[in-house]
């Protein structure tokens, strides 16, 4: 478990300085894009489609709303950004600072909007930015979520607080990551899995042995819910919470901009 105090961002091995580290995040993402949405289906055995519907049945209240704008934050090849606009009605937008990401995102959004027979074609679109510093006026979401993302972030704290500047007051975040399950049985034999055998997997069909060596190393380095929570709280969010689902693999945390 980490020291929730020392831990201020994620930092990839071999990297010292935050820019370092947000250059190989952004690098490591941008090479395993091709090849990421099959990985991520494989390798989370078909959960990660479940967990992000389940973010987008949770947050129904704002989503049916068609005035209601929300920001799909690290949103990768758009796959939470895309539940959410299926969800309901409001305006979606999807940020991510490796374009190859976005590019996989725009080719979906298109596939998905001919495919689709209802009149409200889904609303969304995707931008190239960094979580950290957004092209946004502050006061512009009733909606931020994230998911997977946010662990990536080289400085947490700087990254909630941008995130509250965007939102507006009364705004929603919603931050859905891994967690290190429990010491039980069952949390030993996810764990073996998810250090010992993802890392091959991964390395085998990405071809980056590094990306995948990243994934488990970057939970395990993250904080605890309970430390996500106090953060969240410490930088000014209200009616802070948490809920952990499939046996401690993953939380979603919630949170309101105060106002
Ligand atoms: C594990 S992927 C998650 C993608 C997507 N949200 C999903 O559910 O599959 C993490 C994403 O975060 C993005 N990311 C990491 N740090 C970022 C930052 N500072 N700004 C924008 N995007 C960032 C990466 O480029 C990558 O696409």
């Not at 909007?113 to 092209?135: G, I, T």
């Not at 662990?151 to 939102?167: K, Q, T």
């Not at 010491?183 to 993802?198: E, H, V």
């Not at 605890?224 to 499939?246: H, N, Q």
Request: a positive charge; hydrophobic letters at 45%.
């Amino acid at each position: 478990m980490p020291d929730a105090t020392a831990v201020k961002g994620t930092r990839p091995e071999g990297t010292q300085s935050g820019a370092d580290a947000s250059r190989k995040v952004r690098e490591m993402f941008t090479q395993i894009a091709p090849r990421y949405d099959l990985l991520n289906h494989l390798l989370s055995l078909q959960f990660d489609r479940l967990w992000r519907a389940r973010v987008a049945r949770l947050l129904l209240p704002i989503l049916a709303r068609s005035d209601a704008l929300v920001l799909d934050l690290c949103c990768g090849t758009g796959d939470l950004a895309l539940s959410l606009a299926r969800a309901g009605k409001a305006r979606v937008i999807g940020a991510d600072f490796a374009h190859p990401m976005l590019m996989r995102a725009n080719e979906k959004t298109s596939v998905a909007r001919a495919n689709s027979n209802s009149a409200q074609k889904h609303s969304v679109v995707f931008l190239e930015a960094d979580a950290l510093c957004l092209p946004f006026a502050g006061g512009s979401f009733d909606l931020v979520a994230t998911a997977f993302g946010f662990r990536n972030l080289v400085n947490y704290e700087a990254g909630l607080r941008e995130i509250r500047r965007v939102l507006k007051p009364r705004g929603t975040l919603a931050i859905l990551e891994f967690t290190e399950p429990p010491d039980n049985p069952l949390g030993s034999a996810y764990r073996w899995y998810f250090r010992k055998i993802l890392p091959r997997i991964g390395a085998f069909v990405s071809g980056d042995r590094n990306a995948y060596t990243y994934l488990p190393a970057s939970v395990s380095r993250f904080f605890a819910p309970r430390e996500l929570a106090s953060l969240m709280k410490s930088v000014g969010y209200s009616e802070v919470d948490f809920c952990i689902w499939t046996l401690g693999a993953v939380a979603l945390h919630t949170a309101v901009r105060p106002s």
